[in-house]
Each structure stands twice: as structure tokens, then as C-alpha cells.
Nanobody, 115 residues
Framework: QVQLVESGGGLVQAGGSLRLSCLASGSDFAFSVMRWWRQAPGKQRELVAFIALGGATYYRDSVKGRFTISRDNAKNTVSLQMNSLQPEEKAVYYC?????????WGQGTQVTVSS
């Protein structure tokens, strides 16, 4: 059974940084695309970034230059370094794995940015 567990969320002041991590178990992590999504209150879930099997990355325009996604296949972990956070980026951040066993989601971690 695939499990994804996010950590690293919390409260930070505008301009601050957080590092989110997602630990996968029971999956073919090295053969999966890993994504970070976020969902703000009253809004649709949006894709923040993803990292492919070979390490290619994608970022939504609003986070380019501030967020960095990385993966460690030996530790089954994907991380999201978030710098210069803004209040509008307050959301629940979700880890998502898509691979040989299908699509799986973590429970989310709350990120709150105070102004």
C-alpha cells in the first residue's frame, strides 16, 4: 500500500522560507513523477511543481526562481524548498505520486504566511 507523508509546513512571515518534504513508502518511487500541489481556502487545487524520473522539473510561473523541487530516490523523498513566501501562498500543500501503481496523494501539510 502506497503512503505519502508530508512534513515541514508551518507558520512563516512574508518573505520567509519553508522546506516541505514528502516520504513515500510502498511505491515504485524511482519510477514515479512526483508533484507538489496546493489548495487555498475556497480555491481549486493548483499544481506548484513537479519532478520527473530523470530529474526534469516544472514550476508554475508564480513560483519560478523562488521554489525548488528535488528528489532523493535512495530515500524515497521529494522536497520543496520555498523561499520568499507571500501571504497569498497560504494553502494546504499536497504531495502526489504518479507511477506504475497509479496516482497517490498525501494528507497535506498546512503552510501559513503572515503579512
Amino acid at each position: 500500500q502506497v503512503q505519502l507523508v508530508e512534513s515541514g509546513g508551518g507558520l512563516v512571515q512574508a518573505g520567509g522560507s519553508l522546506r516541505l518534504s514528502c516520504l513515500a513508502s510502498g511505491s515504485d518511487f524511482a519510477f514515479s513523477v512526483m508533484r507538489w500541489w496546493r489548495q487555498a481556502p475556497g480555491k481549486q487545487r493548483e499544481l506548484v511543481a513537479f519532478i520527473a524520473l530523470g530529474g526534469a522539473t516544472y514550476y508554475r510561473d508564480s513560483v519560478k526562481g523562488r521554489f525548488t523541487i528535488s528528489r532523493d530516490n535512495a530515500k524515497n523523498t521529494v522536497s520543496l524548498q520555498m523561499n520568499s513566501l507571500q501571504p497569498e501562498e497560504k494553502a494546504v500543500y499536497y504531495c502526489n505520486e504518479e507511477g506504475p501503481t497509479g496516482s497517490h496523494w498525501g494528507q497535506g501539510t498546512q503552510v501559513t504566511v503572515s503579512s
